[in-house]
């Protein structure tokens, strides 16, 4: 396949599965992220994304199933796969005794990237992240918020042409959220391409172009924006699709 095709999908999973025990997290899942979307991914607590996105971005291997980055088979190929994503996992370690400088850098160099570029780089990612007085403390004392940054941060520094992110706003004051906004949605409108699981419908609604919904590991609706919450909003479709399951229930002895 020419990986240089619009046609090829930022990234194509097809039939992947993982279990943990007896228990599926992903069951025979097939996605396509078109290149140049704002992709948002969504579903409750426990539904398979972070499973389904590891296993998609080379974290994690699948029981079952293929991801391909740009055409680039992420398990027969990690290498070149790696070199075209950014990834922010979810409560994977950094490298918490680097400054974040040095943990921006270091991760572009480790993507074969020159000194002078990797520098030149990491100072617009620290300032435009409101990170430039940060840059030289120890990453394991930053808060929850800055850590995430710093992580995304690390995700971008050699521009890839997809970024893999994983609550990218969690944890993330609103000044930083709209920055973090803005800089995603100009590389979209460059020609990149973003999946990002969420919780947040409203953020998902506004800023996506693209959905899909997973619960119990399986992908129930995947689509256009438009496609997916049809005449009514995220949540509603969001709720109609995967259930209210204990969401309007009360607690009595909470009625003060
Ligand atoms: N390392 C693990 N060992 C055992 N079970 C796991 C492991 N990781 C995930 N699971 C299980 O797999 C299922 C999917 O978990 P996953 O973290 O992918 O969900 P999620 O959609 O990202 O959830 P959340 O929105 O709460 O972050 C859950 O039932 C979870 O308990």
Known sequence: ???TSSDVPALRLRGLAKRFGQTPAVENLHLDV?????????????????T???MATGLMRPDAGIAEV????????PREAKRRMGVL????MLFHKLTGAQLVSYA??????DRETVQTRTADLLRVLGLEEAAGKLVQD??????????????????PELLVLDEPFEAVDPVSARTIRGLLESYVASGGTVILSSHVM?????????????????????????EVQGEVDLETRFVELVGLDGGDQELSWLHL
């Open 52 to 54: 389904t996105l590891s």
């Open 142 to 159: 930053y808060s929850a918020g800055m850590t995430k940054k710093i992580a995304l941060a690390s995700a971008m520094v050699h521009a």
């Open 89 to 92: 996992a979810d409560g994977v």
């Open 202 to 226: 409203d953020l998902v609604q506004r800023m996506c172009s693209h959905v899909g919904i997973i619960s119990e590991g399986r992908l129930l609706d995947s689509g256009t924006l438009r």
């Open 1 to 3: 396949m020419d990986s």
């Open 108 to 113: 572009g160099l480790l993507r074969g990237m």
């Open 70 to 77: 740009v055409g680039v088979d992420v398990w027969a190929h």
């Open 34 to 50: 078109p290149r140049g979307s704002f992709y948002g991914f969504v579903g409750p607590n426990g539904a398979g994304k972070t």
